[in-house]
């Protein structure tokens, strides 16, 4: 959580109010959730995941939970509770849905491990080996898990049971990640943002280097991804350092649109860290900042 919320820090720094001739297909419709410890309320909220019927997921982080959200804002679940025995967490830096196990896997940053529950919010295993910050999770579609951790170069992927199956990427190699901050897979390929290496990096299960986009289309350079969903026809939707923070790129890294706006204003976002996709027309952004779930639709 701590380096996540240094990361948004660095977002407020770095961002540039004039977003040039950027497209901007979206346009902002309504906004979930506020600040609070209730229900449908959030304290520092750092990341952004669906389940398989459409729900939003959010790592609650300040609160110690995550909470299940229907797309009307309404709060059909929960899980997760403070503490440094057991099943308990101390932070959460990052969440993964196994949407084929129906569970969600936490990123407990602070404790050093990954906490396995069901969609009740019950805790049922975690995992501690190798575990130091953990900072994303993702499932494969054969429920193993892989699990980047902060300033590390490896993905570690574990078995659905806990086991410790191996280290992906090499040390040294193109491979290697500098400060990875969010895991995907999509049609068997890794997809990882690496903050520190100004890029996202594509991967085959096995960690062997695929390629990597640099760039936001012609626009600019990469400046330091922290957040990443793709779609289901492979859309990258990238949360970002530089003039615009949320964009959608082809999954050949060319410039789609950009996504909202940054402010402290109703419709807009100052820390975004998270973002999902229901379909090309609705996105939704998790800003960390003004502890909302921003809701944008295809103009």
């Not at 209730?38 to 520092?44: C, D, K």
């Not at 459409?54 to 797309?71: E, K």
């Not at 025995?85 to 602070?110: A, F, H, R, T, Y």
Request: proline share 3%.
């Amino acid at each position: 959580m701590f380096l996540k919320r240094q990361i948004c820090f660095q977002l407020l720094i770095l961002l540039i109010f004039c977003v040039g001739c950027v497209p901007n297909n979206f346009k902002f419709k309504k906004e979930l959730g506020q600040s609070g410890s209730g229900e449908a309320e959030f304290l520092s909220p750092t990341d952004l995941d669906l389940d398989e019927k459409g729900n939003l997921i959010v790592a609650d982080a300040g609160n110690t939970r995550f909470q299940i959200i229907s797309t009307d804002g309404k709060v059909i679940g929960k899980g997760g509770e403070y503490g440094v025995n057991k099943l308990k967490l101390q932070s959460i830096s990052g969440i993964g849905v196994d949407k084929k196990d129906n569970v969600v896997w936490v990123c407990d940053e602070k404790g050093g491990k990954v906490v396995k529950f069901d969609m009740d919010g019950t805790p049922l295993m975690k995992i501690t080996k190798h575990m130091k910050a953990p900072m994303d999770v993702v499932a494969d579609s054969d429920n193993n898990i892989y699990v980047i951790m902060a300033r590390h170069p490896h993905i570690y992927k574990y078995s659905d049971e806990g086991k410790f199956l191996k280290k992906l990427c090499k040390a040294g190699e193109k491979s290697a990640l500098v400060f990875p901050t969010s895991i995907h897979i999509f049609e068997d390929i890794i997809y990882v943002t690496d903050f520190g290496g100004k890029r996202i990096v594509k991967l085959d299960l096995d960690g062997n280097f695929i390629s990597e986009i640099t760039n936001k289309g012609e626009y600019e350079e990469m400046k330091g991804p922290s957040g990443l969903y793709i779609d289901d026809v492979g859309n990258l939707y990238v949360l970002d350092l530089g003039e615009v923070p949320v964009v959608i790129l082809s999954r050949d890294g060319k410039l789609i649109s950009r996504v909202g706006t940054f402010g402290n204003h109703e419709g807009n976002f100052l820390y975004p860290t998270g973002v999902v996709a229901l379909s090309k027309k609705d996105v939704y952004v998790l800003d960390n900042s003004r502890n909302t779930i921003l809701n944008f639709t295809k103009k």
